[in-house]
T-cell receptor, first 113, second 115 residues
């Protein structure tokens, strides 16, 4: 069972459109992180959300952490071709005695010119 | 540089051969992860090292895969008797986690092609 479910798995849109991608879990997370991976590169951190209900903005990107800290969303306004990439959410998870960052499988976004 | 370094960046190997992939994490980072990524897909967790704790090997797909981390620093992922389905990008990440909400820093990956 995947702890963090991301949807949609694939998304293809035209430049200028708005979009939202989701990261959901049945578990409570103390924080969630969003990463973006561009082709040929490793993922890079975009933001960390910590407080339930928190909203963070990074230029055209808006990140929200659910009130119950079980889910998060990423909204992109007026998408640009440079937004193309794989968007990953991650959170710290305590499984047994081992505490680690767990990643969702990601949303692959393609923004067409 | 101060980032996570992986070598080689590309590796082509013949089916049945063994390969070793290396990861040099950021100095001082106690956590180290290995992930596998197939073309256009998300991250598949392989193994996690945290300090001196026993590694979490729950993601290793078969007993042909193994990894070690020497001295809490450099890590090597070994794939024995490679198969064509092992072809993928292997990503390593390190983190000062579990302190605070520390992020994971990724290397650029090793692209493995089994022919």
């Amino acid at each position: 069972t995947q702890l963090l479910e991301q949807s949609p798995q694939f998304l293809s849109i035209q430049e200028g459109e708005n979009l939202t991608v989701y990261c959901n879990s049945s578990s409570v997370f103390s924080s969630l992180q969003w990463y973006r991976q561009e082709p040929g590169e490793g993922p890079v951190l975009l933001v960390t959300v910590v407080t339930g209900g928190e909203v963070k903005k990074l230029k055209r990107l808006t990140f929200q952490f659910g009130d119950a800290r079980k889910d998060s969303s990423l909204h992109i306004t007026a998408a640009q071709t440079g937004d193309t990439g794989l968007y990953l959410c991650a959170g710290p998870y305590s499984g047994g005695s081992n505490y680690k960052l767990t990643f969702g499988k990601g949303t692959l976004l393609t923004v067409n010119p | 540089g101060a980032g996570v370094s992986q070598s080689p960046s590309n590796k082509v190997t013949e089916k049945g051969k063994d390969v070793e992939l290396r990861c040099d994490p950021i100095s001082g980072h106690t956590a180290l992860y290995w992930y596998r990524q197939s073309l256009g897909q998300g991250l598949e967790f392989l193994i996690y090292f945290q300090g001196n704790s026993a590694p979490d090997k729950s993601g290793l797909p078969s007993d042909r895969f193994s990894a070690e981390r020497t001295g809490g620093s450099v890590s090597t992922l070994t794939i024995q008797r490679t198969q064509q389905e092992d072809s993928a990008v292997y990503l390593c990440a390190s983190s000062p986690f579990p302190r605070g909400t520390s992020e994971a820093f990724f290397g650029q990956g090793t692209r493995l092609t089994v022919v």
